[in-house]
Structure formats: C-alpha cells, structure tokens
Nanobody
Framework: EAQFVESGGGLVQAGGSLTLSCATS????????IGWARQVPGNERESVSC????????RYADSVKGRFTTSRDNVKNTVYLQMNNLKPEDSGVYYC????????????????WGQGTQVTVSS
C-alpha cells in the first residue's frame, strides 16, 4: 500500500525557512502527482502544493505563492517543499499524499496521509 513519511518540520522565526521531505513507497512514484496539505487544530486540511508526475508542473495555494517551492526526486521517490519567508499563519501539521490533482479541491477523500510533520512559526 502507498506510504508517506513526512519530515523536516520544526520551530522557526517569522521570515525564516524550512524544507520538508516526503518519502514515499508502495506505488509507482513516477506515475502520480504528489502534494502537500496542512492542518491546524479545528480547521479543515488545506491544500498547499501539488507537482505533476511527468512535466513536474507545480500548483500552489494562493497563500503560499512566491514563498513555497515544491520539487520531486524520481530516483529517491521523494517530494520536497521548500518554504521561505515563513509566516505565523503557515504553522500547522504538514502532510503529503499522491493524486493531489484529484484531492486539491476536496473532492477526493484521502486516507493515505502519513503522520505529518509539525511546522511552528513564531512571531
């Protein structure tokens, strides 16, 4: 089965940077778009980024455009999320999963999220 392991989170001051990693297994990585979503207590999970399988076209939430960059390594089966100029509102638990082209707008229920990695941005 598909598995996702997120890492790289931590505590950072506003304006700082973090890079998250999403290690995947259990499926043909090269065939699927992979995305990141985040969640804060009491809120719905929010789509953050998505990168397509072949062309590697990225998609970002409006709130992170210009600050976040997603990329993928098809040898390591790993997706990254480089987060720059972090803001307190970026805080949350960050998750990754495949088929973000389908779940971006919430139309597909995803059950394969990993444990997530906590990002905390201090003011």
């Amino acid at each position: 089965e598909a598995q996702f392991v997120e890492s790289g989170g931590g505590l950072v001051q506003a304006g700082g940077s973090l890079t998250l990693s999403c290690a995947t297994s259990g499926f043909t990585f090269d065939d699927y778009a992979i995305g990141w979503a985040r969640q804060v207590p009491g809120n719905e999970r929010e789509s953050v980024s998505c990168i397509s399988a072949k062309v590697r076209d990225p998609r970002y939430a409006d709130s992170v455009k210009g600050r976040f960059t997603t990329s993928r390594d098809n040898v390591k089966n790993t997706v990254y999320l480089q987060m720059n100029n972090l803001k307190p509102e970026d805080s949350g638990v960050y998750y990754c999963a495949a088929e973000c082209n389908l779940w971006w707008d919430g139309s597909l229920r995803v059950t394969s999220w990993g444990q997530g990695t906590q990002v905390t941005v201090s003011s």
